[in-house]
């Protein structure tokens, strides 16, 4: 019985280790600059030598996690919080 309960356990615990490898992203937007304010689309990443309107300090889970520094955060397609931070770059 209990080679049983491990053969199905087996395929079950590959499949969630499986279903979850692919999730995360190991990039980080920390660092990255980006067109845009708090009030408008914010995904916008672009080069820090190129016009821009802001710099992510943090990439938090919470708005309320945010690092003094923060101007405004917004939360990104991926569900992180990125904390913002004013450095207009004309």
Do not use: F
Request: hydrophobic share 40%; with cysteine; glycine share 8%.
């Amino acid at each position: 019985m209990r080679w049983a309960v491990m053969i199905a356990a087996v395929p079950l615990a590959v499949a969630a280790v499986s279903a979850t490898a692919g999730c995360t992203d190991p990039r980080t937007a920390v660092g990255e600059c980006i067109v845009g304010g708090s009030t408008s689309n914010h995904d916008k990443l672009v080069a820090c030598s190129k016009q821009h309107d802001g710099k992510i300090i943090a990439s938090v889970a919470h708005g309320s996690d945010c690092p003094q520094g923060t101007d405004w955060s917004y939360t990104a397609k991926d569900l992180k919080v990125q904390c913002v931070h004013n450095e207009k770059n004309y």
